[in-house]
């Protein structure tokens, strides 16, 4: 089991930039595929890019290619969504989760964070 905890969401306005971060207990991280994944109200929750254990592999939904990046750190349990270009409809809580297997779904991911509320302004 690992504990995953987000952090970095916020308010901005359309064009603008956030950095999320999950932060990860357990000595076992390295392991682990992350991924990002994000509900907004009355929506199903949705993959949003995965990383593989050691950051050399890099999965995105087209939604999202080529303004956000995601990127691990594992010398401090750490892995990061870098948002750029955000438009509206990218408001959502953005969730982390940890799977040995990896994937875009849901159900392939057995650790999950709390989330954190991303809100973009028109």
């Keep these: 089991q690992v504990q995953l905890v987000e952090s970095g969401g916020g308010l901005v306005q359309a064009g603008g930039s956030l950095r999320?971060?999950?932060?990860?207990?357990?000595?076992?991280?390295?392991?682990?595929?992350?991924?990002?994944?994000?509900?907004?109200?009355?929506?199903?929750?949705?993959?949003?890019a995965a990383i593989n254990w050691s950051g050399g592999s890099t999965t995105y939904q087209d939604s999202v290619k080529g303004r956000f990046s995601i990127s691990r750190d594992n010398a401090k349990?750490?892995?990061?969504?870098?948002?750029?270009?955000?438009?509206?409809e990218d408001t959502a809580v953005y969730y982390c989760a940890a799977s040995y297997r990896g994937g875009n779904f849901v159900y392939e991911y057995d650790n999950w964070g709390q989330g954190t509320q991303v809100t973009v302004s028109s």
């Design 77 to 88: 349990n750490t892995v990061y969504l870098q948002m750029n270009s955000l438009k509206p």
């Design 20 to 48: 999320l971060s999950c932060a990860a207990s357990g000595r076992t991280f390295l392991s682990y595929t992350v991924g990002w994944f994000r509900q907004a109200p009355g929506e199903e929750r949705e993959f949003v």
